[in-house]
């Protein structure tokens, strides 16, 4: 039983753009951050960016502000990422991901995770 599901996965050339969706289940609790979360080979899982659950406030690691923008709504209980500008760096598997507090939790903290959808940049 997958709590969160994504789409919009791809590959595309460097300075292109992909936007992710991810669709929540009904069963998270509706005051919980949602965020994303990516894995490149060999690297530990690392925070990309999160949403409060009333979408006022965004937040976003160093390496993707500027590029990235998160947003999310409550009433169709999505979640989206829009990557523009994208770099070979930015390869990796990209997971939706929430919790209380997605923007301050280690990965291993957080509650729930979808299954992932691969995001491949060309040089």
């Known amino acids: 039983q997958t709590d969160l599901v994504e789409s919009g996965g791809g590959s595309v050339q460097a300075g292109g753009s992909l936007r992710l969706s991810c669709a929540d289940s009904?069963?998270?609790?509706?005051?919980?951050?949602m965020g994303w979360f990516r894995q490149a080979p060999g690297k530990e899982r690392e925070f990309v960016s999160s949403?409060?659950?009333?979408?006022?406030?965004?937040y976003y690691s160093e390496s993707v502000k500027g590029r990235f923008t998160v947003s999310r709504d409550t009433a169709k209980k999505t979640l989206s990422l829009q990557m523009n500008n994208l770099k070979p760096e930015d390869t990796a598997v990209y997971y939706c991901?929430?919790?209380?507090?997605?923007?301050?939790?280690?990965?291993?903290?957080?509650?729930?995770w979808g299954q992932g959808t691969q995001v491949t940049v060309s040089s």
């Open positions: 991901v929430s919790d209380f507090r997605v923007a301050t939790m280690n990965h291993r903290q957080i509650h729930y």
């Open positions: 009904g069963r998270i609790p509706s005051n919980y951050e």
């Open positions: 949403i409060t659950w009333t979408g006022s406030r965004t």
